[in-house]
C-alpha cells in the first residue's frame, strides 16, 4: 500500500503550497504585526502569540506573488523551525490532504539546475499541483538567522510551577 503523506495545503498567489502536517503548531489570523528594524524585506516583524514572540514572514513578498494586505482570507501559518516558532503569511489556508507518496516527484527532477533548493517536492493531486516546502531550508533562505531572530526568540517550553 501506497504510504500516504499528510500535509497542510495553503495559497500563495494561485499555487497551492504543502507543508508537513507534524511542522504545522497552528493557523491563525493575522493580528498586529510589530515591526522590526534592520530585517530582510520579507521578514514583516513579530507577533505576540499567548506570550510568545514569534517572528513572521510574508510568503507572498518571498515568492515574488501579489502582496493581498489586509485581506480577511490572509492566515499565518505558525510553524516550528529548528525548535522556534515562525509565522508565514500565506493568502488562505485551505485544506489538509492527503498525498500518496507515489504522486511526489523529486524536486531535481522537476527544477533541474535550480536555486528552488526549499522545494522538497511536487506533489499530484486530483488533476492540480502542490509544491511542498522544506521548513528547514526555508529557514536559512529567508535570513532568519542573518536577521537575528533565529536567536532572540526561544522556542516555546513548558511552564514549570513551583
Known amino acids: 500500500m501506497d ?14 503550497f504543502g507543508l508537513p502536517i507534524a ?7 493575522v493580528p498586529e504585526i510589530t515591526a522590526v528594524p534592520n530585517v530582510p524585506d520579507h521578514i514583516v516583524g ?8 514569534v517572528p513572521v514572514i510574508d510568503l507572498p513578498k ?7 494586505a489586509g485581506s480577511a482570507k490572509n492566515r499565518i501559518v505558525v510553524v516550528e523551525m529548528d525548535g522556534r516558532w515562525v509565522g508565514l503569511i500565506v493568502h488562505s489556508a485551505t485544506e489538509v490532504l492527503r498525498l500518496p507518496q507515489s504522486k511526489i516527484e523529486n524536486p ?3 527544477f533541474p539546475d535550480s536555486s528552488l533548493d526549499y522545494v522538497s517536492g511536487v506533489g499530484k493531486l486530483n488533476g ?10 526555508i529557514s536559512r533562505r529567508e535570513g532568519l538567522r542573518e536577521a537575528g531572530l533565529h536567536e532572540r526568540f526561544a522556542a516555546p517550553s513548558a511552564v514549570t510551577l513551583a
Open 62 to 68: 518571498r515568492f515574488g506573488a501579489a502582496s493581498r
Open 23 to 29: 511542522a504545522v503548531r497552528e493557523i491563525i489570523r
Open 108 to 110: 531535481q527532477d522537476v
Open 128 to 137: 492540480r499541483l502542490v509544491i511542498l516546502l522544506d521548513l528547514q531550508k
Open 46 to 53: 513579530v507577533i505576540n502569540l499567548r506570550g510568545k514572540i
Open 3 to 16: 504510504k500516504e503523506l499528510q500535509i497542510v495545503g495553503f495559497q500563495v498567489g494561485a499555487e497551492t
